[in-house]
């Protein structure tokens, strides 16, 4: 079934290779439902390409920003919520990094799996209602136990650390993914690490 251009998701391409952006963009064309809407080779001009083009998904290579200072990609390029973040990967890079990332596609990837990958992207709406941040931010409690998890104790050893039953520790870390939107360890960690809750030497 044919989507038309209005209804289309409509995607950001950033890729210092010619080569592979242009494989990708050979691919997407025949992709129903989707379209590269405009592509760069690096990211320094990815603010106003974010106001002219407004993508509902970005697509770039990892490697294009250094992350020795552990960056969040939102943060340091200013990206809404409601756009989603794609990896396209072809060598090593830290599952941190891909923990920041709504989707991984690879060069190695058939259309099929592409097509699934992307559609398989679930975007949480932004926070637009008071209670909804309120509920965000973590309790004094629930940042002490999320700086556990992180550094990978169990709810046994948690629940002895803070007195407390290994029943309370779950719940609490049911809260803490509620409130964060987070499942992953992974991803809780790059949360520890933006909110100052943990440092880069607590995780080596």
């Known amino acids: ?33 989707y379209q590269l809407i405009a592509s760069a080779q690096n990211a320094s001009r990815l603010s106003e390409q974010l106001l002219s083009s407004r993508p509902d998904i970005i697509v770039f290579n990892p490697l294009i920003m250094s992350f020795q200072h552990r960056t969040s990609i939102r943060s340091f390029f200013n990206i809404p919520a409601e756009i989603a973040l794609v ?79 290994i029943h309370t520790v779950i719940t609490h870390r049911k809260n803490i993914v509620r409130k964060t939107g987070i499942k992953s360890v992974s991803g809780l960690t790059v949360y520890a690490l933006l909110n100052s809750l943990i440092t880069y030497e607590d995780i080596e």
């Open 87 to 165: 990896a396209l990967v072809y060598t090593f890079v830290d599952e941190w990094i891909l923990s920041q990332f709504d989707a991984i596609l690879t060069v190695n990837d058939d259309q099929t799996q592409m097509v699934n990958k992307l559609n398989g992207i679930k975007k949480s709406l932004p926070v637009s209602d008071k209670s909804k941040s309120e509920n965000e931010e973590l309790s004094e409690r629930e940042n002490e136990i999320l700086e556990c998890v992180v550094k990978g104790m169990t709810n046994k050893e948690i629940a002895e650390k803070h007195f407390i039953s």
């Open 1 to 33: 079934m044919q989507v038309d251009g209005k209804s289309k998701k409509r995607i950001l391409l950033i890729e210092p290779s010619l080569m592979v952006g242009k494989g990708f963009a050979s691919v997407i064309e025949d992709v129903i439902g």
